[in-house]
Nanobody
């Protein structure tokens, strides 16, 4: 069983930045595809960004040019650097690791408000 724990959320003003972290247990982290998803109140969970074991990345159109996903396999950690945040980025952000099975974290709240 892989444990996934997100951190780094909080309250930030529009135009500000945050960096989310996703730490995972286990010895095979480097083989997993990792993804960040978000769910705003009353909306479905949506893809934000993914990064494969080969470091290929994919982004939702709404965050392209503002968010960057990266990973540090030595630390079993995936990051999401979020810049130029907008109120519509407000959501609970979840990390998912995939390799046959999916492993989700419990999420971290990001609130963008003045």
């Amino acid at each position: 069983q892989v444990q996934v724990v997100e951190s780094g959320g909080g309250l930030v003003q529009p135009g500000g930045s945050l960096r989310l972290s996703c730490a995972a247990s286990g010895s095979f982290f480097r083989f997993y595809t990792a993804g960040w998803y978000r769910q705003a109140p009353g909306k479905q969970r949506e893809l934000v960004a993914t990064i494969t074991s080969g470091l290929s990345t994919n982004y939702a159109d709404s965050v392209k040019g503002r968010f960057t996903i990266s990973r540090d396999n030595a630390k079993n950690t995936v990051y999401l650097q979020m810049n130029t945040l907008k109120p519509e980025d407000t959501a609970v952000y979840y990390c998912k690791l995939s390799r046959g099975e999916d492993y989700w974290g419990q999420g971290t709240q990001v609130t963008v408000s003045s």
